[in-house]
């Protein structure tokens, strides 16, 4: 852990400059500026033009994403860097839909209510608008698909290091409970040809499960099902995988969930595999204010290896491992108690 020796007067401005830069990295982004860029640098009365922009402001956004690392300037021209790269439109590991979704819109105006949730225990969204977030992403179909699209986005950032570093050829049928539109699962597919999956989430969801399934090829080999995992979760897996599922939610309803796996694999033997930030004690910041933002926006948690440990005890199941991968992520395995030695 590195020694941080600036004076508390500069890490305080630091932190104002940490808040205007994210802001103007999402200005960037709703104005589509790394498209825009894509093909050449551009000057500030170009890039205006394209975005239909007051070109002087443009031009102080541009001086500032420069001063963040975004952009690179020349003659009066501005390229990307592989920064600035990363939030092209469309490309492979683009990381737009997050930034649109996480630093604006429903996210912003949540933490602008952070106290609301350290005074109550209670998500600050629901304070804020009213209604869940998940409630509120079926009444604005346009926020809930940038979100979807934020998803898959980080899926695909997590997943190679995630194959990487599990194993899952030993495993025929891979359920991704809560699997979204399937993304991950696909890739774990691809990398198994001889794997078949199901992937199982609300019934609105899974629609375009199959969409994306089909398209990758993987409609004779994938299950699409809809459902609840607060009531059940389908039979039959050799592993069941839950990616960024159970940090949602507070410690009795991800009870539920995985007491709901631990019944669906009965004593076949099968295994589950947790795909989480764990929370580490060695001072690393992002899962920290993750779990702030799990708080914030569904009441959910980011948790230690000990509180998952204790967290699947009380569900059935016995922690067998928990490895770090080179993403952010971190892979929690374990396997069923046996109903006669459970508790």
């Not at 630093?103 to 209604?131: C, K, M, N």
Request: aromatic share 8%; net charge negative; glycine share 12%.
């Amino acid at each position: 852990m590195s020694v941080d020796d600036r004076s508390p007067r500069d890490r305080v401005f630091q932190t104002l400059a940490d808040f205007w830069s994210a802001q103007a990295v999402h200005a960037a982004a709703r104005l589509g500026l790394a498209d825009h860029l894509a093909e050449r640098p551009r000057s500030a009365a170009e890039l205006a033009a394209a975005t239909r922009t007051h070109a002087p402001s443009l031009a102080r956004l541009l001086r500032a994403l420069a001063a963040a690392g975004l952009l690179r300037e020349s003659a009066g021209r501005y390229r990307l860097t592989p920064f600035g790269e990363a939030l092209r439109t469309g490309t492979p590991g683009s990381l737009r839909p997050l930034v649109l979704t996480s630093l604006g819109g429903e996210h912003y105006r949540a933490w602008g209510s952070l106290p609301h949730s350290i005074e109550t225990g209670r998500p600050a969204f629901d304070h804020v608008y009213g209604q869940s977030i998940r409630d509120y992403y079926t009444r604005h179909p346009e926020e809930a698909a940038v979100f979807n699209d934020a998803m898959t986005a980080g899926t695909a950032a997590i997943g190679p290091a995630v194959l990487e570093a599990f194993d899952f050829s030993p495993y025929r049928t891979v359920v991704d409970v809560g699997g979204g539109h399937g993304g991950f699962l696909a890739s774990i597919l691809e990398a198994n040809p001889g794997a078949r999956g199901v992937v199982f989430d609300a019934p609105h969801v899974v629609t375009g499960a199959r969409d994306q399934l089909a398209a990758r090829g993987l409609a004779g080999r994938c299950e699409a099902v809809g459902g609840d995992f607060f009531e059940s979760v389908p039979a039959g897996g050799d592993l069941y995988v839950m990616k960024w599922i159970i940090h949602d939610w507070d410690d009795r309803r991800a009870l539920v969930i995985m007491r709901n796996c631990r019944r669906a694999i009965g004593n076949s033997g099968a295994r589950l595999l947790l795909v989480e930030f764990v929370l580490s004690e060695d001072g690393e910041p992002f899962g920290p204010f993750l779990d702030l933002n799990m708080m914030v926006m569904v009441g959910g948690k980011e948790r230690t290896e000990g509180e998952l440990r204790s967290l699947l005890a009380e569900a059935g199941f016995a922690l067998t491992g928990a490895r770090a991968t080179r993403s952010q992520v971190s892979l929690v395995e374990a396997e069923p108690v046996p109903a006669g030695r459970a508790g």
